[in-house]
């Protein structure tokens, strides 16, 4: 994945966008089906739990049906580039105790993943306003910059590849 300039507020404000309409249209979608579904199925005095249920299922369903059939859309090139973001640093988060100690023994894939890991987290941290924990992130980034000027070689963020991950 190759990180990209991305406008913070014509992010933002899509992401608000997109948000409110999935709640929308999972609200809409759910009630619907639950209304018929009991219209249907349902007996009066008895619970319909379990048909709201399904009407709840069939919502997000129908939510996560259309967001595939629209990622590829220009309105969404922001939000799923940050969706993408978000999954790949967490493959990254999951496996990160087990590559640290390749870092400290100068593993150049090592070393990679977690340069993309850093610059990623900083990206992904700046659109959504969490600047909790920009400092620990700019403090690693930071060590890992002066790991990587004295082992002299040159990483960057176009040298980290998915399948990297698979050693660790």
């Given at each position: 994945?190759?990180l ?21 249209v ?17 007996t ?19 939510v ?11 309105y ?46 900083q ?46």
């Open positions: 994945m190759h990209e300039d991305i406008d913070k507020s014509r992010y933002q404000q899509r992401f608000r966008i997109v948000f409110a309409a999935i709640v929308v999972l609200t809409i979608v759910s009630l619907g089906t639950s209304t018929l579904l009991i219209a249907l199925f349902g009066p005095g008895e619970s319909h739990f379990w048909l709201n249920v399904a009407g709840v299922v069939v919502g997000a369903a129908f996560v049906l259309t967001l595939i059939k629209l990622r590829q859309h220009p969404l090139r922001e939000v799923v580039y940050v969706w993408d973001l978000k999954q790949r640093l967490n493959q990254i988060y999951r496996r990160q105790r087990r590559i640290e100690p390749f870092v400290e023994d100068n593993d150049p894939d090592a070393i990679a993943i977690m340069f993309f890991f850093y610059r990623g987290s990206q992904l941290y700046e659109l959504d306003d969490n600047t909790i924990t920009m400092d620990a992130i700019a403090l690693n980034l930071r060590a890992l910059e002066r790991r990587i000027k004295d082992l002299g070689i040159t990483v960057t963020t176009d040298s980290y590849r998915r399948e990297m991950l698979e050693r660790f």
